[in-house]
T-cell receptor, first 115, second 116 residues
Framework: NAGVMQNPRHLVRRRGQEARLRCSPM?????VYWYRQLPEEGLKFMVY????????ESGMPKERFSAEFPKEGPSILRIQQVVRGDSAAYFC?????????????FGPGTRLLVL | AQKVTQAQTEISVVEKEDVTLDCVYE???????LFWYKQPPSGELVFLIR??????QNEISGRYSWNFQKSTSSFNFTITASQVVDSAVYFC?????????????FGIGTKLQVIP
């Protein structure tokens, strides 16, 4: 049973470009969470999604950031018009239903560098 | 609101020494879960342990042990006879049921350096 997959593992973008980060949850998991880890900091919650629904996006910046988890395919975290401050590691986690499942399993992260 | 405090930002020990990483948490929930994760230099997050709020038994796994004290809201992590491979950032985390799912709050991490 493969773990949570994230790609790319490393992504370099110039200011103003778009970044697309993908997350494939573990098999059987229908809940996806995105976290951001700024340099020298802990992980901060961004958004929680179930298939085709955003449940909680309270940690997501209001502008330029969006997330989706379509019926088919991976979850996507999209950052438009990236700025240097977006440079961070972005981790995806997944958990199985029901929603009260306790442990989130993390992917290896995508390291975004904005030049 | 949930909060996790890891007061030690960096610790250095010499190989074979024991080391304890502190974690203090705050939550108003009566049911919650506590976690420790390891982040080695390669960057991935490795799950180490989960403990629920009703289980205050201490746990030992090889050289790792965890001390959960509800009275002091602490969940400390001890590595016995440390090894160079233990060098990593260690995160303590808390999750509680909020808005229909387990919301996880992480501490800022403790960077452990084990010197050969």
């Amino acid at each position: 049973n493969a773990g949570v997959m994230q790609n790319p593992r490393h992504l370099v973008r110039r200011r103003g470009q778009e970044a697309r980060l993908r997350c494939s949850p573990m098999k059987g998991h229908s809940h996806v969470y995105w976290y951001r880890q700024l340099p020298e900091e802990g992980l901060k919650f961004m958004v929680y999604l179930q298939k085709e629904n955003i449940i909680d996006e309270s940690g997501m910046p209001k502008e330029r950031f969006s997330a989706e988890f379509p019926k088919e395919g991976p979850s996507i975290l999209r950052i438009q018009q990236v700025v240097r401050g977006d440079s961070a590691a972005y981790f995806c986690a997944s958990s199985p239903p029901p929603a009260g499942e306790k442990t989130q399993y993390f992917g290896p992260g995508t390291r975004l560098l904005v030049l | 609101a949930q909060k996790v405090t890891q007061a030690q930002t960096e610790i250095s020990v010499v190989e074979k020494e024991d080391v304890t990483l502190d974690c203090v948490y705050e939550t108003r929930d009566t049911t919650y879960y506590l976690f420790w994760y390891k982040q080695p230099p390669s960057g991935e997050l490795v799950f180490l342990i989960r403990r629920n709020s009703f289980d205050e038994q201490n746990e030992i796994s090889g050289r790792y042990s965890w001390n959960f004290q509800k009275s002091t809201s602490s969940f400390n992590f001890t590595i016995t006879a440390s090894q160079v491979v233990d060098s990593a950032v260690y995160f303590c985390a808390l999750s509680a049921y909020s808005g229909g799912y387990q919301k996880v709050t992480f501490g800022i991490g403790t960077k452990l350096q084990v010197i050969p």
